[in-house]
């Protein structure tokens, strides 16, 4: 960001603590200005079978991923609404839409996001408010957490392929934040699961309890002990991106045509009108 002309303020907090999140927020305006967009996005998981996991292991993931956005939303609410202004992103996920095994706790949080930003989304429009919340449903991104998410499986943890750049879900964000929309979901395999979910839900019930284990795993087996960001931070810059560079895409058609489908709607009238033209002419 500073070798691209901005300003970049780096601030550390836990935001399963909402006291860390108020204060992080205060120190950017105090130090940036006013803030324009807001997005929560921190996670954590847990890949293990409900019947292994720990009971503060599902707190754990619960406060980092769900109550993070909620404290992360209600720091930006308490500067924006009296501005009147403002957008708030949530990251989300197709699982908010259609659960798999293995990452209980973490698809447990995202649904509670949706339902969070939904109540959220009413309140706005109620109290006739010009602030606004999006929130992007991912695919499977290639990030460094499939490396220290806390893990049980006797194999390497892997997203659910097909695989995306973590730039595509980026570009997605970075939309959402600017354009009018109240929901954004990202590549086909996000639409296969909210809608195949809603068309099907039994079958996707079965198709994942004989697919969702090893869809979730690579070949290679894990260290039981490997460290993992649960409880603290694993040490070191990993960057934006996993391991699975080799069979990520670093584009979505979907993506793309979401994006642009005013135009694609217009060009789209247009031709039928040219079609329909040309049919009477002749």
Known sequence: MEAAGGRALVLQADVADAAAVEQAAA?????????????????????????????????????????????????????????????????????????????????????????????????????????????????????????????????????????????????????????????????VPTMVAIYGNRIAPRLGDYYLGRQGYASQQTNEAVDPHRPDNLWTPVAGDHGAHGIFDDRASTSSLQLWANMHRRGLAIAGAAALACVALATRKS
């Open 27 to 187: 120190r950017v305006e105090l130090e940036l200005g006013p803030i324009d967009v807001w997005v929560n996005n921190a996670t954590t998981s847990v890949f293990s079978p409900i019947k292994e996991m720990q009971s503060d292991e599902f707190k754990r993931v619960t406060e980092v991923t769900y109550l993070g956005v909620v404290y992360g939303t209600q720091a930006a609410l308490k500067r924006m609404l009296p501005r009147d202004r403002g957008t708030i992103v949530q990251v989300g996920s197709a699982l908010a839409y259609r659960a798999i095994p293995l990452q209980s706790a973490y698809c447990a949080a995202k649904h509670a996001i949706q339902g969070f930003t939904e109540s959220l989304r009413c309140e706005l429009i109620n109290d006739r408010s010009n602030v606004r919340v999006t929130i992007v449903n991912l695919p499977a991104v290639n990030t460094p957490q499939f490396g220290w998410n806390k893990s049980r499986l006797p194999y390497h943890p892997q997203p659910v392929p097909p695989i995306y750049q973590p730039e595509v879900a980026a570009a997605a964000i970075y939309f959402a934040a600017h354009a009018k929309r109240v929901e954004l979901s990202v590549g």
